[in-house]
């Protein structure tokens, strides 16, 4: 369901970023409603076209704008990853 609305989700190419003009939380990040609940654009976005969001990690930007949804500007902030240093 959210895989077939993903190719129409309302954005605009602005050079290597693609701006959401959808709906914002109070903290400007793009929504979108599925299913009558809010959910943040970006981790859906970098599910579908990335790959799966392990528990608790957070979606960011690599790029300056909040509005940006494109997946390949999109990466997890894995706080883990000192841990996984240390063992491997
Ligand atoms: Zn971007």
């Not at 959210?2 to 989700?9: D, F, G, P, S």
């Not at 976005?45 to 999109?74: A, K, Q």
Request: proline content about 6%; some cysteine.
């Amino acid at each position: 369901m959210l895989a077939e609305r993903i190719r129409m989700l309302p954005f605009y190419r602005d050079e290597q970023c693609y701006i959401w003009v959808g709906g914002h939380d109070s903290n400007g990040a793009p929504v979108l409603t599925d299913t009558g609940q809010r959910v943040l654009v970006n981790r859906v976005v970098y599910r579908e076209f990335v790959g799966p969001i392990p528990g608790g990690r957070v979606v960011r930007r690599s790029c300056r704008r909040l509005d940006c949804i494109n997946p390949s500007h999109l990466y997890i902030r894995d706080e883990r990853t000192k841990w996984c240093d240390s063992i491997g």
